[in-house]
């Protein structure tokens, strides 16, 4: 299941793996703080906090190759704005120091979601008291997301497989209706978790 | 329009971040108030739909493709609040579990998609749909609802970005605006076919306007308006008096040196403040006559798929209690 | 002696007009194990949500249902959603937590107890449908029987008198069912089970209700109901293989 991939790694078990979320949380933020007022003169250090995060990576016994890949798909759209940063006086170190920065920061993120379950950091989330209502969103989004996402795809290819002539224009309405039964879907499933929520007492 | 972390700088991040709190604790109030039990677990389920539904791509020309942000189509079936919440949501879990937009740039995602792109979408929504009645004034509605959604979106994303001083604002503001009015068109032509769809299928999930604002929806439109007014205020505005025109001016920049970079340089002050006049009278009047043909395109596209003669409405459901 | 479940002349239309129910009536005798059957459309499921009270969404006065003589009213509905354990025929829309611990502690955390006995319930009712050691997996990582018995478990936690499932063999491989169905065996409280699965009827119900278009057109032991080959085709149903070479004497 392609979005299963996503998250594949955070269940595994190292010495990263067993510190606790909220602990994995703070470091997260407090590094990306670090890193963004990091003054841009002292760029070259940089490779303190590019080093700890090395050292965490390998500690965490994920695959290189895996953290690799998903640093390759979110660091095109870096560019892409970074780029625009060439186009004032100085920019060419300014587009560096922001590609540096972004990697960096990336690299913290995929990190700390690919050691620390969704649902570790729900609880942290509910200590700092967020919302419970909010809690409820994020958790029953993170444990239904993956069952949609089969969903679409498996609608999307029962469309195709009786496509057989194809017309772009065609492509839009087909994908749009699976888009519109997915949300049918969706408040169906809502009503059924409703009711299975009551059933165990929600109020 | 995910922004990664790195790009704003901590007085923007913290700014958005306090908006972006706001707005959202708002929403969680309103919804705590409005919103019976019974669809609590839409709120979630509905934000695994956006983010499936935003896995799904729409083929464009040359092998690229797009996909659905999804922001004004919720708005349009759970009301101003809720979608402020579903988004959210989305945005969360994005950037917690897939690294997808920067954990400092939460802030500043958060009102981007969720309070400009979402209330504000809707807000087009209701008046639009409002003016022109019945099925077709919807999907027309909210097909023009959607390109506003995500232009507006764009142009505050810009404004975050020339705030935090890593691009000129005569840059950032023609390639975000320029991109996402094409992108936004995508976004209108996806809502309007979805909408149609549903109101074909299951016509009771699509609630009536009125509904999903509740009581008083001017007052509640204009405390989220206050927000994201604070923030084009801060973000926009600045801009919008003094920014040259385009990519002639800025190319002309790079041959100075750095220390005239934070502050823009004007050597003779009648003639630039005639240009500015000339300039933005200029890009208002393109930017009017954009949004009339983008307009125009949606009514079309209603006609299109609402033709005359079908049922004037979709069957209004009970009123909730 | 108190019937566990009492059901009397229940009736029920949907907001579209259908009649779903058309007066049943029915008992269950503490301890017993019911079976309910019946073609597609017959109610069964709009029937068990009585049960737990999630149908009708309002309720008011005058309920068909009693559980253990206490009629059902909006007053002590979430007694009765205790007492009674609903068990749902898709584990996806019942298994909503993002761990396994998390899901079966759903229903004890609402009782108010501590996180100790929250966490001992949780245990003991993983190990009683054999999923010990799964406390922190990810349900959307789990197989189709793995997640009923998590749904069974998160029920059983809950310490119900009545144990009240939809089709729970439905996409089961062999294996899993076997499995399910030794664990069912093994729950001596009442139990009502809406099923297609007529030979886990045979196996585990001693008396069965047949339901059709709204009504019980049938009640009876499960053998020599089931064995009734003509009944049994008026209503869609067949004879279960099982059954086959039993003669009824």
């Keep these: 299941m392609q979005p299963d991939f996503l998250d594949r790694h955070s269940r595994s078990d190292s010495v990263i793996h067993r510190l606790p979320a909220a602990g994995k949380l703070a470091a997260a933020l407090a590094l990306v703080v670090v890193v963004l007022l990091w003054p841009a003169r002292y760029l070259p250090l940089m490779a303190v906090p590019a080093g700890l995060l090395l050292l965490a990576a390998g500690l965490s016994r994920i695959p290189p190759s895996f953290l690799l890949r998903r640093l390759l798909l979110l660091e095109p759209l870096v560019l892409g704005v970074a780029l625009l ?36 950091l729900l609880r942290v989330l509910k200590a700092l008291r967020v919302p419970g209502l909010l809690i409820t969103t994020l958790m029953l989004m993170y444990r239904y997301l993956f069952v949609l996402a089969d969903e679409a795809q498996r609608m999307r290819r029962a469309r195709m497989s009786r496509t057989f002539v194809v017309k772009r224009g065609r492509q839009w309405k087909v994908l749009a209706t699976v888009v519109s039964q997915l949300f049918v879907r969706a408040s169906e499933r ?3 978790v409703y009711s299975a929520m009551c059933a165990r007492g929600w109020q | 329009m995910h922004i990664p972390d790195g790009f704003l700088d901590a007085k923007t991040a913290v700014a958005t971040g306090a908006l972006a709190a706001a707005g959202l604790g708002i929403a969680l109030r309103q919804a705590r108030r409005h919103l019976p039990a019974r669809r609590v677990p839409l709120l979630g389920l509905s934000a695994a739909f956006v983010f499936a539904a935003q896995m799904l791509n729409f083929p464009v020309a040359g092998g690229t493709s797009g996909h659905l942000i999804g922001a004004v189509l919720t708005a349009v ?22 690294a997808d937009g920067g954990l400092s740039a939460l802030g500043a995602n958060i009102f981007n998609m969720a309070l400009v792109g979402g209330v504000g979408g809707w807000a087009v929504y209701y008046l639009v749909s409002r003016a022109f009645k019945g099925l077709f004034g919807r999907v027309l509605a909210a097909a023009f609802a959607s390109w506003c959604s995500t232009v507006m979106a764009s142009v505050a994303c810009a404004g975050e970005l020339a705030a935090s001083g890593v691009v000129r604002w005569s840059v950032v503001l023609p390639t975000m605006a320029g991109v996402h009015m094409l992108i936004g068109l995508g976004e209108g032509l996806i809502t309007a076919l979805v909408l149609t769809g549903l109101s074909r299928t ?17 007052g509640l439109v204009a405390v989220y308006g206050v927000l994201v007014a604070l923030g084009l205020a801060l973000f926009v505005s600045p801009f919008a008096s003094q920014s040259p025109d385009g990519l002639d001016k800025t190319a002309e920049e790079l041959g100075f040196d750095a220390k005239a970079r934070v502050t823009v340089p004007a050597p003779m002050p009648e003639y630039t403040i005639q240009r500015f006049s000339g300039a933005r009278v200029g890009t208002s009047i393109a930017g009017a006559v954009g949004t009339i043909a983008v307009f125009g395109l949606c009514w079309g596209l209603a006609r299109a798929l609402v033709p005359k003669g079908q049922p004037k409405d979709v069957a209004a459901p009970a009123p909730r209690q | 002696m108190t019937p566990a479940i009492e059901v009397r002349d229940l009736v029920f239309r949907y907001p579209d007009g259908t ?58 509905v979430h007694a009765i959603r205790r007492t009674v354990g609903l068990l749902f025929q898709d584990p996806n829309d019942q298994l909503f937590c ?29 190990a009683r449908v054999g999923l010990q050691g799964f406390e922190n997996r990810a349900p959307h990582h789990l197989s189709g029987g793995e997640k009923r018995r998590v749904c069974l478990a998160g029920v059983l936690a809950c310490e119900p008198g009545i144990l009240v499932l939809d089709e729970p063999s439905s996409d089961l491989d062999p294996c899993s069912r076997r499995e399910l169905k030794e664990l069912l065996r093994k729950i001596p409280i009442t139990k009502i089970i809406a099923t297609h699965d007529l030979e886990l009827v045979v196996e585990l119900c ?5 339901l059709d278009a709204g009504t019980i057109v049938a009640e009876g032991p499960t053998v020599s109901l089931l064995s009734d080959e003509e009944l049994m085709l008026r209503h869609r149903l067949e004879r279960p293989h099982i059954l086959r070479h039993i003669h009824p004497h």
């Design chain 1, 190 to 192: 809502a009503e059924r």
């Design chain 3, 19 to 76: 009649d779903a129910l058309r007066g049943v009536t029915f008992s269950v005798a503490p301890g017993e194990s019911v079976g309910l059957i019946g073609p597609n459309g017959a109610g069964k499921s709009t029937l068990l949500l009585h049960l737990n009270g999630l149908l009708p969404e309002h309720l008011t006065g005058e309920s068909a249902v009693r559980v253990s003589g206490e009629r059902l009213t909006a007053d002590n």
């Design chain 3, 206 to 210: 001693s008396r069965v209700l047949v």
């Design chain 2, 202 to 218: 299951r016509p009771e999930l699509i609630l009536e306007p009125a509904q999903v604002a509740g009581a008083r929806p001017y």
């Design chain 2, 77 to 98: 079936l759970l009301g101003p609040s809720a979608a402020v919440i579903v988004i959210s949501a989305v945005l969360i879990v994005q950037c917690l579990m897939f």
């Design chain 3, 98 to 126: 993002p761990t396994v611990f998390e899901d079966v502690a759903f229903g004890p955390r609402q009782f108010g107890l501590s996180e100790e006995e929250v966490g001992r319930r949780v245990r003991e009712a993983l």
């Design chain 1, 85 to 120: 940063a060439v186009f004032q006086p100085g920019g060419w170190r300014l587009m560096l120091l922001l590609v540096v920065r972004c990697t960096l920061c990336l690299l913290t993120m995929i990190l700390l979601s690919n050691t620390t379950p969704f649902a570790d």
